[in-house]
């Protein structure tokens, strides 16, 4: 098995209330998605409204979904581009 770095956009959606979700880019979707849930575990992820929700409804009620796969380069802009539309409701920051 290889090793590859996949870029691309993200989501963290709330199941409960699929409304509520996090958007964000990442170099490394596997790497980036194993430091949320690391964080979040820990009760120290930097996102607060994240992490209140985490810890209100539970581990079981998070997925980490990939929506874009695109290259490094254009990460930004595909981020941005779904912050602008989509205004979601655990992004605390409104650009990528």
Known sequence: MTNMLISGIYQIINLVDPEKYYIGSAVNLRQRQRDHWSTIRRNKHRNIHLQNAWNLYGKDNFRFVPLIL???????????????????YYNIAISA
């Open 70 to 88: 695109c290259s490094i380069k254009d990460l930004k802009f595909y981020e941005q581009g779904l912050l602008d539309r989509l205004h979601p």
